[in-house]
Nanobody, 121 residues
Framework: QVQLVESGGGLVQPGGSLRLSCAASGSIFSAYTMAWYRQAPGKQREQVATITPGGSGGSPNYADSVKGRFTISRDNAKNTVYLQMNSLKPEDTAVYYC????????????WGQGTRVTVFS
């Protein structure tokens, strides 16, 4: 079982940056593809970035809406996955969550509390 704790959210103006962290515990973190999701008010949760296990830090993949602005990374020694968010836009406002993905690409851990990101002008 994997337990997840997200942190790093906050208030930021458009064009600003934030770095989110997700600390995982309880299982073999390094064996799993990890993902960041977000849920904006009134919308469904969407996946924004994934990163494979990978001995050299993993291979990232991004939703089109964040490509070129967000960077996902992981530190297997610290059981932590990060999301560096640059050039933030008001539409990035959401609660951000991380999760581990199973073989079919489905999130399987219990969802954490998430961390709220608000981009305001």
């Amino acid at each position: 079982q994997v337990q997840l704790v997200e942190s790093g959210g906050g208030l930021v103006q458009p064009g600003g940056s934030l770095r989110l962290s997700c600390a995982a515990s309880g299982s073999i973190f390094s064996a799993y593809t990890m993902a960041w999701y977000r849920q904006a008010p009134g919308k469904q949760r969407e996946q924004v970035a994934t990163i494979t296990p990978g001995g050299s830090g993993g291979s990232p993949n991004y939703a089109d809406s964040v490509k070129g602005r967000f960077t996902i990374s992981r530190d297997n020694a610290k059981n932590t996955v990060y999301l560096q968010m640059n050039s933030l836009k008001p539409e990035d406002t959401a609660v951000y969550y991380c999760n581990a993905l199973g073989p079919t690409g489905t999130a399987f851990a219990s969802w954490g509390q998430g961390t709220r990101v608000t981009v305001f002008s």
